[in-house]
């Protein structure tokens, strides 16, 4: 069973900090995803690496997955209260990413103004 | 263009009771999937329509569980009987056809089994 570790589960930080979200795993991956979910929503797609090592930014996020393509981190640079939520990473098996994806238990981040 | 659609939102039903919970998703997409999440776990893959045909239902947790998608547009998912472990949050997300095309969630259904 190939599994996502994600840490710190819960982190709580002041307006303007930066933070950093890890997701890792034992299993070698073919793409890794990251959504950020809000409460009653579903998971919204932020990102999806794919090559070992690839470094993706989006505005203040940065998404790195790493050389093994075993783990990925997220970093915040700056954290606004609109960051609030739940971030999830997410694996695909195959190349196509069509097939099931195995989602770490998330990261409930806050966002203090 | 409409987003996944997914009904009802919540549902509270007695265990044994039976339960019927339906995806549409995005007009155009031939990949459909189940997932659930049971509190305090991770999301969890159930199945993976494409079109009609069911691709990978591995996930599945028993026979009680039964996913249909006729037509190849939206997609039902039944529980019978329910059972209590069943209480979670429903998640249907589709996409197209393609390498790496991006995954799009419904709200999903969130379940109460008493």
């Known amino acids: 069973t190939q599994l996502l570790e994600q840490s710190p589960q819960f982190l709580s930080i002041q307006e303007g900090e930066n933070l950093t979200v890890y997701c890792n795993s034992s299993s070698v991956f073919s793409s890794l995803q990251w959504y950020r979910q809000e409460p009653g929503e579903g998971p919204v797609l932020l990102v999806t690496?794919?090559?070992?090592?690839e470094v993706k930014k989006l505005k203040r996020l940065t998404f790195q997955f790493g050389d093994a393509r075993k783990d990925s981190s997220l970093h915040i640079t700056a954290a606004q209260p609109g960051d609030t939520g739940l971030y999830l990473c997410a694996g695909a098996r195959s190349g196509g990413g069509a097939d099931g994806l195995t989602f770490g238990k998330g990261t409930h981040l806050i966002i203090q103004p | 263009e409409a987003g996944v659609t997914q009904f009802p939102s919540h549902s509270v039903i007695e265990k044994g009771q039976t339960v019927t919970l339906r995806c549409d998703p995005i007009s155009g997409h031939d990949n459909l999937y189940w997932y659930r999440r049971v509190m305090g776990k991770e999301i969890k893959f159930l199945l993976h329509?494409?079109?009609?045909?069911?691709?990978?239902e591995s996930g599945m947790p028993n026979n009680r569980f039964l996913a249909e998608r006729t037509g190849g547009t939206y997609s039902t998912l039944k529980v019978q009987p329910a059972e209590l472990e069943d209480s979670g949050v429903y998640f249907c997300a589709s996409s197209q056809v393609g390498s790496n095309s991006p995954l799009h969630f419904g709200n999903g259904t969130r379940l109460t089994v008493t």
């Open positions: 329509f494409v079109k009609e045909s069911k691709q990978d």
């Open positions: 690496v794919v090559t070992g090592g």
